[in-house]
């Protein structure tokens, strides 16, 4: 494991997910790295990328999900047992996707929120609810009070799709929070504190507990119009 883990570079000041995602896609394709060879853990490739753990856990995530990396039980994560040239094909398709528009961020967002918010709403529990209003009121401590919350927003929508019980539909929507997250702050749309907003959250919790999914999918569409909008005007 610890000649793998030397071939390793510290993450400079690139986005350090795709950083570490073509560094593997690099060592695939010059051999230091093989299908079924045994990644070190997340703590040891953090201190050798400099990076934190939570872009290391994203990389893996994402070369997981697209089936680059697998993770077996009490044993490690590993190169899945592919061809070269397939590994080489599928990483690059996870880097474009990191190179999306903010439109095609926030079009995929909104597919994914709508079905999260129908399977919300059939599938809950009353322990979901539970955990669905202590999201709710993180999110409405700080926006109540005019602070930014992004974080608590998305948390909640997360929540939304976590008692929704899909979880394909939760890995998707954890894939592309980080860049939804990134874009919001360049973009300065990160606008979670609005009346308009307040109240679509709280009615969204009230429609899912009352399992009303027309109207839950009819508020999200309304929640999400204001940076659908943003988002086609600046491609225009």
Not at 37 to 43: A, H, I, S, T
Not at 64 to 82: D, N
Not at 173 to 184: A, F, G, M, R
């Given at each position: 494991?610890?000649?793998?883990?030397n071939?390793f570079?510290?993450?400079?000041?690139?986005?350090?997910?795709?950083v570490?995602?073509?560094?593997?896609?690099?060592?695939?394709?010059t051999?230091?790295?093989?299908?079924g060879?045994?990644?070190?853990?997340?703590?040891k490739?953090s201190e050798?990328?400099g990076v934190?753990?939570?872009?290391?856990?994203e990389?893996?995530?994402?070369?997981?999900?697209?089936?680059?990396?697998?993770?077996?039980?009490?044993?490690?994560?590993?190169?899945?047992?592919?061809?070269?040239?397939?590994?080489?094909t599928?990483?690059?398709?996870?880097l474009?996707?990191d190179?999306?528009?903010?439109?095609?961020?926030?079009?995929t967002?909104?597919?994914?929120?709508?079905?999260?918010?129908?399977?919300?709403?059939?599938?809950?529990?009353?322990?979901?609810?539970?955990?669905?209003?202590?999201?709710?009121?993180?999110?409405?401590?700080?926006a109540?009070?005019?602070?930014?919350?992004?974080?608590?927003?998305?948390?909640?929508?997360?929540?939304?799709?976590?008692?929704?019980?899909?979880?394909?539909?939760?890995?998707m929507?954890?894939?592309?929070?980080?860049?939804?997250?990134?874009?919001?702050n360049?973009?300065?749309?990160?606008?979670t504190?609005?009346n308009?907003?307040?109240?679509?959250?709280?009615?969204?919790?009230?429609?899912?507990?009352?399992?009303?999914?027309d109207?839950?999918?009819?508020?999200?569409?309304e929640?999400?119009?204001g940076?659908?909008?943003?988002?086609?005007?600046?491609?225009?």
């Open positions: 494991m610890e000649h793998v883990l071939r570079k510290e993450v400079g000041s690139q986005k350090p997910t795709d570490i995602i073509q560094q593997v896609k690099e060592l695939l394709l051999g230091q790295l093989k299908p060879d045994k990644l070190p853990p997340e703590r490739l050798k990328f934190g753990r939570t872009h290391v856990r990389a893996i995530r994402k070369l997981e999900f697209y089936g680059i990396l697998k993770t077996r039980p009490q044993s490690g994560t590993y190169v899945a047992s592919l061809g070269v040239s397939a590994l080489e599928l990483i690059s398709d996870v474009k996707i190179s999306y528009s903010f439109l095609s961020l926030v079009e967002r909104e597919v994914l929120e709508l079905s999260s918010v129908a399977y919300a709403c059939q599938r809950h529990t009353e322990e979901d609810l539970y955990k669905l209003e202590e999201s709710l009121n993180n999110y409405l401590d700080k109540e009070r005019h602070i930014s919350a992004v974080e608590e927003d998305l948390m909640f929508h997360l929540t939304i799709a976590e008692i929704g019980k899909n979880q394909v539909l939760k890995s929507l954890l894939i592309i929070i980080p860049d939804i997250i990134s874009n919001y360049v973009f300065n749309v990160c606008e504190v609005t308009k907003a307040l109240e679509e959250h709280k009615l969204l919790f009230n429609q899912i507990r009352n399992r009303d999914v109207g839950a999918i009819t508020t999200m569409k929640h999400m119009k940076v659908m909008v943003f988002a086609k005007s600046i491609v225009q």
